[in-house]
Nanobody, 126 residues
Framework: QVHLVESGGGLLQAGRSLRLSCAAS????????MGWLRQAPGKERDFVAS????????YYSDSVKGRFTITRDNAKNTVILQMNSLKPEDTGVYYC???????????????????WGQGTQVTVSS
């Protein structure tokens, strides 16, 4: 089991930046791919970004590519989502998630993540 806790959400104006953090605890010895996913009001949960266990590869949804950056520090069991040039359509609850890939690959399918945090709200006003 992996326990994930997100932090860093908030309310801000379009064009600003925000940094989300995810702290992992529990069975962190496994080689998880990590991801950030979000759920806008009235919509399904969507993929935002993923990073391979080693940190050597990342993948982003088209809507955030070039604006968001996902990084991880395995020694500290943390994952960061740096969000720049925020837009109102980035509003939603952001979830940190883990998928046990045994060190291989990036996970982009929402249903392939086994462990989830409680989510943190990000609201971007125009």
């Amino acid at each position: 089991q992996v326990h994930l806790v997100e932090s860093g959400g908030g309310l801000l104006q379009a064009g600003r930046s925000l940094r989300l953090s995810c702290a992992a605890s529990g069975r962190t010895s496994s080689r998880y791919a990590m991801g950030w996913l979000r759920q806008a009001p009235g919509k399904e949960r969507d993929f935002v970004a993923s990073i391979i266990w080693s940190g050597g590869a990342t993948y982003y949804s088209d809507s955030v590519k070039g604006r968001f950056t996902i990084t991880r520090d395995n020694a500290k069991n943390t994952v960061i989502l740096q969000m720049n040039s925020l837009k109102p359509e980035d509003t939603g609850v952001y979830y940190c998630a883990a998928a046990d890939t045994r060190g291989w690959g990036i996970v982009t399918r929402v249903d392939e993540y086994q462990y989830w945090g409680q989510g943190t709200q990000v609201t971007v006003s125009s």
